[in-house]
């Protein structure tokens, strides 16, 4: 990885200074009391702090950092998972158990889904918090295993973990639940059918779960109160909640099994319809698994019990009550609730030992499905490390997606952002007309308008950018970008009426005052500009724009002394400006 990819990306890091060190003012910030952020994530900023003081903006160090905390996590799965499975495979020896647990997290932390948390920096709540879970995981199950003063120590180890995880990223909030299903199977503290609480410590399986869901009923609701750009109920209609919920499960398998065409934005379509084949689909696979584990429960709860857990974690990211950001599906949602199927792999795995033992499965075939586990695992590393090098750059990242999305609208956009902030503006039109022709509703009109405008056709910029000013009215950047595009378009009385009804509003609007002055200029007006100019100078003396303006004003009156004071002053604040504005 050599730099920060992705729109999100590069403000997080390259273009926001707040988490950029440790002081008091860093950490109101990271705990979301100053400028707000998108998510709240505080122990994250955190630790992306540190990392800055480290590494600085080297976006090495940060991804160094991802991928020893992804590795710890699966490190910590694995003891999860040895855990879990010996309680839940009888008759297997201990090695049996490990090799189990070795393959359930080598699944799972080698799958290509993984990439896009590990990769992707803006993602270090999904591997921070990841590991945090997976430590309160396991001191909860520590704590089942003890008793007295000991098993106190650890309940209390588990909720501190819990905690901390939810500041790192609440997407834990679902745990509660998780750790009750666990509790029926394969713990078999609490018992269904008979009253929750009728197994052996069930009562005390309830009791020890209340401080869990304290911890996520603050954390939810803190970090609800802190989040921005989300949509709730009411932003969709209502039958598309559980259609969302049905696409997401179903995704998350089918990627899981078939992990190919992975990119980083799958759009959200424009318009919902009932008849949308991957809501429709997607609904239906999901209902049907559910029967056909409850039917199954009794004799097989293993696969019921993972299903659950599935179902429970990634609810929260499925849009079933909120929904943030445009993607309708995300690899790095499956991050948390992969950990489902791959216990089930782990499971197998040590059954397949067990029929080997009693005889049931021959010697020859168990080695040959051994054989088979590895080259899909081996397979699996292939393919991530190709992933992996899909997430280089922005552009590659981008064109990756537009090339396996090209009807995504946002896909391309980010390709054309890509290219134009890579310094190649020619290369950004074709995929930025293409978004604007697919979602002309989006706002991508100034991009395409900055692109044209930076290869040298301001004319053909012109209307792209009158056409985002009219999607954002309010902008001043774009009422001084218009403004001067149509100034180089050859256009100056047009852009004299721009700034004039800008002024009209704002009197004392610099940008507007010299937004009007240098069109004067360009209209042969250039003593009318003057006052203008002189007028936006002494309301901001170290703004450079009215200083620029102001000499090219007395150049092309011929005025030469008062041309000079002005580049003398703009020398002070700017003097490679001031050298470009003293060519004539």
């Given at each position: 990885?050599?730099r920060?990819v992705?729109?999100?990306?590069?403000?997080?890091?390259?273009?926001?200074?707040?988490?950029?060190?440790?002081?008091?003012?860093?950490?109101?910030?990271?705990?979301?009391?100053?400028?707000?952020?998108?998510?709240?994530?505080?122990?994250?900023?955190?630790?992306?702090?540190?990392?800055?003081?480290?590494?600085?903006?080297?976006?090495?160090?940060?991804?160094l950092t991802?991928?020893?905390?992804?590795?710890?996590t699966?490190?910590t799965?694995?003891?999860?998972?040895?855990?879990?499975?010996?309680r839940?495979?009888?008759?297997?020896?201990?090695?049996?158990?490990?090799?189990g647990?070795?393959?359930?997290?080598?699944?799972?932390?080698?799958?290509?889904?993984?990439?896009e948390?590990?990769?992707?920096?803006?993602?270090?709540?999904?591997?921070?918090?990841?590991?945090?879970?997976?430590?309160?995981?396991?001191?909860?199950?520590?704590s089942?295993?003890?008793?007295?003063?000991?098993?106190?120590?650890?309940?209390?180890?588990?909720?501190?973990?819990?905690?901390?995880?939810?500041?790192?990223?609440?997407?834990?909030?679902?745990?509660?639940?998780?750790?009750?299903?666990?509790?029926?199977?394969?713990?078999?503290?609490?018992?269904?059918?008979?009253?929750?609480?009728?197994?052996?410590?069930?009562?005390?399986?309830?009791?020890?779960?209340?401080?869990?869901?304290v911890?996520?009923?603050?954390?939810?609701?803190?970090?609800l109160?802190?989040?921005?750009e989300v949509?709730?109920?009411?932003?969709?209609p209502?039958?598309?909640?559980?259609?969302?919920?049905?696409?997401?499960?179903?995704?998350?398998?089918?990627?899981?099994?078939?992990?190919?065409?992975?990119?980083?934005?799958?759009?959200?379509?424009?318009?919902?319809?009932?008849?949308d084949?991957?809501?429709?689909?997607?609904?239906?696979?999901?209902?049907?698994?559910?029967?056909?584990?409850?039917?199954?429960?009794?004799?097989?709860?293993?696969?019921?019990?993972?299903?659950?857990?599935?179902?429970?974690?990634?609810?929260?990211?499925?849009?079933?009550?909120?929904?943030?950001?445009?993607?309708?599906a995300?690899?790095?949602?499956?991050?948390?609730?992969?950990?489902?199927?791959?216990?089930?792999?782990?499971?197998?795995?040590?059954?397949?030992?067990?029929?080997?033992?009693s005889?049931?499965?021959?010697?020859?075939?168990?080695?040959?499905?051994?054989?088979?586990?590895?080259?899909?695992?081996?397979?699996?590393?292939v393919?991530?490390?190709?992933?992996?090098?899909?997430?280089?750059?922005?552009v590659?990242?981008?064109?990756?997606?537009?090339?396996?999305?090209?009807?995504?609208?946002?896909?391309?956009?980010?390709l054309?952002?890509?290219?134009?902030?890579?310094?190649?503006?020619?290369?950004?039109?074709?995929?930025?007309?293409?978004?604007v022709?697919?979602?002309?509703?989006?706002?991508?009109?100034?991009?395409?308008?900055?692109?044209l405008w930076?290869?040298?056709?301001?004319?053909?910029?012109?209307?792209?950018?009158?056409?985002?000013?009219?999607?954002?009215?309010?902008?001043?950047?774009?009422?001084?970008?218009?403004?001067?595009?149509?100034?180089?378009?050859?256009?100056?009385?047009?852009?004299?009426?721009?700034?004039?009804?800008?002024?009209?509003?704002?009197?004392?609007?610099?940008?507007?005052?010299?937004?009007?002055?240098?069109?004067?200029?360009?209209?042969?007006?250039?003593?009318?500009?003057?006052?203008?100019?002189?007028?936006?100078?002494?309301?901001?003396?170290?703004?450079?724009?009215?200083?620029?303006?102001?000499?090219?004003?007395?150049?092309?009156?011929g005025?030469?002394?008062?041309?000079?004071?002005?580049?003398?002053?703009?020398?002070?604040?700017?003097?490679?400006?001031?050298?470009?504005?003293?060519?004539?």
């Amino acid at each position: 990885m050599r730099r920060f990819v992705r729109g999100r990306g590069v403000y997080n890091f390259t273009l926001n200074a707040h988490y950029r060190g440790l002081g008091p003012r860093h950490l109101l910030w990271m705990l979301g009391l100053g400028p707000t952020q998108r998510f709240w994530g505080p122990l994250s900023w955190l630790t992306l702090g540190i990392d800055w003081t480290v590494w600085g903006l080297d976006p090495w160090g940060y991804h160094l950092t991802n991928l020893l905390l992804h590795a710890a996590t699966a490190a910590t799965f694995l003891l999860v998972a040895e855990r879990l499975l010996a309680r839940a495979v009888t008759g297997v020896s201990p090695t049996a158990v490990r090799v189990g647990a070795a393959a359930a997290a080598l699944f799972w932390a080698l799958h290509p889904l993984r990439v896009e948390s590990v990769a992707w920096i803006s993602e270090r709540r999904d591997v921070l918090s990841g590991l945090l879970l997976m430590l309160t995981v396991l001191a909860w199950l520590r704590s089942t295993e003890s008793s007295g003063s000991e098993r106190r120590r650890w309940t209390a180890a588990a909720v501190v973990a819990y905690a901390l995880s939810m500041l790192a990223k609440p997407i834990g909030m679902t745990l509660p639940l998780v750790l009750l299903v666990l509790d029926v199977y394969p713990l078999r503290r609490l018992a269904l059918g008979r009253g929750v609480a009728a197994a052996p410590g069930g009562r005390a399986a309830l009791r020890e779960t209340l401080p869990f869901a304290v911890v996520a009923v603050v954390g939810a609701a803190v970090a609800l109160a802190l989040t921005h750009e989300v949509k709730g109920l009411a932003d969709y209609p209502l039958w598309v909640r559980p259609a969302l919920l049905g696409y997401a499960l179903a995704f998350s398998l089918w990627k899981t099994a078939l992990p190919l065409g992975l990119i980083p934005l799958y759009e959200i379509p424009a318009q919902w319809s009932a008849a949308d084949p991957r809501l429709v689909l997607g609904t239906l696979a999901a209902v049907g698994i559910t029967g056909a584990v409850a039917l199954a429960w009794r004799r097989w709860p293993g696969p019921a019990t993972a299903w659950a857990v599935y179902v429970i974690v990634i609810s929260p990211v499925s849009g079933l009550a909120i929904h943030g950001g445009p993607q309708i599906a995300a690899d790095r949602y499956t991050y948390l609730p992969a950990l489902a199927p791959a216990l089930l792999i782990g499971a197998m795995v040590c059954l397949l030992v067990r029929s080997v033992g009693s005889g049931i499965v021959a010697a020859g075939s168990a080695r040959l499905a051994a054989a088979g586990l590895v080259v899909w695992l081996a397979g699996f590393g292939v393919l991530t490390w190709q992933q992996t090098e899909v997430w280089r750059d922005s552009v590659t990242l981008w064109d990756h997606a537009a090339t396996f999305a090209p009807g995504c609208a946002r896909c391309l956009h980010g390709l054309g952002v890509a290219w134009y902030r890579g310094g190649a503006p020619q290369a950004a039109v074709p995929p930025l007309e293409r978004a604007v022709a697919l979602r002309p509703d989006l706002p991508f009109q100034a991009d395409l308008g900055l692109a044209l405008w930076a290869s040298g056709r301001a004319r053909d910029a012109v209307p792209h950018l009158q056409a985002a000013l009219a999607q954002q009215p309010h902008n001043s950047q774009l009422e001084r970008r218009v403004g001067a595009v149509l100034i180089e378009a050859g256009r100056p009385e047009e852009a004299r009426a721009h700034f004039s009804a800008l002024l009209r509003q704002r009197p004392d609007d610099v940008d507007a005052l010299t937004g009007l002055g240098l069109a004067l200029v360009a209209s042969g007006r250039a003593a009318e500009s003057v006052a203008y100019l002189e007028h936006a100078a002494a309301l901001s003396p170290r703004a450079t724009p009215p200083r620029f303006a102001l000499a090219r004003a007395y150049l092309a009156l011929g005025d030469r002394p008062r041309a000079d004071r002005a580049l003398a002053v703009l020398r002070t604040i700017d003097p490679g400006l001031a050298e470009r504005a003293g060519r004539r």
